[in-house]
């Protein structure tokens, strides 16, 4: 999964796809975000489940431990690791859902820049993808060590045309169990590991070059260029 994704809808949409019956403790605010470019480093709505609330923050992407200072926050963590590594060891428990509705990919067509893809779902609803991070909560005041990563699993067996790495994404009723502090370890590990959504529920197109320069925004950069859809299958 390459650093570039879209998060562009309001809060409240991305709630209602999340469709969970809990009361939402919104400090995201009730516009539209129309992030349709985000990269690293910038602040994203981010949801983790606290106490009975749902709770929904703007968020840092990109999170280190305290002890990595030589090297940059990554972004993402590989679903095959992250449970067991000492890097993520400390936000594991820490587990969130960032609701996006689009992310990017740069393919090699053979030119001389790379191609990029926007890739959605088929039926254009929120993608729910899963992440762990460090981010406000009762006892927590939002500082600059907070932040969250995606988790990523190998995309074997579709989307490989595209990119070798893609979200964990989970439909509503597997994001509400990542997120529920009951849920043990164990099964959380098994849910972002075995119960990712199939590359059969997404399509992808190729878009503006625009999307290349992050000072870009705008729905223009989300627009198909002439190609129909690739779906989720490999050629």
């Not at 529920?180 to 370890?185: F, G, I, W």
Request: net charge negative; proline share 8%.
């Amino acid at each position: 999964m390459c650093g570039r994704l879209s998060q562009y809808d309001g809060i409240h949409d991305f709630v209602a796809a999340l469709s969970m019956p809990k009361p939402l403790i919104n400090n995201v605010g009730d516009q539209e975000l129309g992030r349709y470019n985000a990269a690293p480093t910038m602040q994203l709505a981010l949801f983790h489940q606290e106490d009975e609330y749902l709770r929904a923050d703007m968020v840092r992407w990109g999170w280190r431990p305290h002890w990595a200072k030589d090297r940059a926050a990554p972004i993402n963590a590989r679903v095959e690791k992250v449970a067991h590594g000492p890097f993520f060891r400390a936000i594991w428990p820490h587990r969130a859902i960032i609701a996006i509705n689009s992310w990017y990919e740069w393919v090699d067509e053979g030119g001389t820049k790379k191609q990029p893809y926007l890739i959605c779902r088929r039926d254009r609803s929120a993608v729910l993808c899963a992440a762990i991070g460090q981010y406000p909560n009762q006892t927590h005041e939002p500082n600059e060590h907070d932040g969250f990563v995606i988790i990523t699993a190998d995309s074997a067996g579709g989307m490989v045309d595209v990119h070798d790495r893609r979200p964990v994404t989970l439909s509503p009723s597997l994001a509400q169990e990542w997120m529920d502090p009951e849920t043990p370890k164990e099964r959380a590990e098994q849910i972002v590991l075995l119960q990712s959504e199939p590359a059969v529920a997404f399509e992808w197109f190729r878009v503006s070059a625009l999307v290349g320069n992050v000072r870009n925004q705008g729905r223009n950069l989300i627009e198909p260029m002439d190609d129909p859809p690739k779906t989720g299958s490999l050629f």
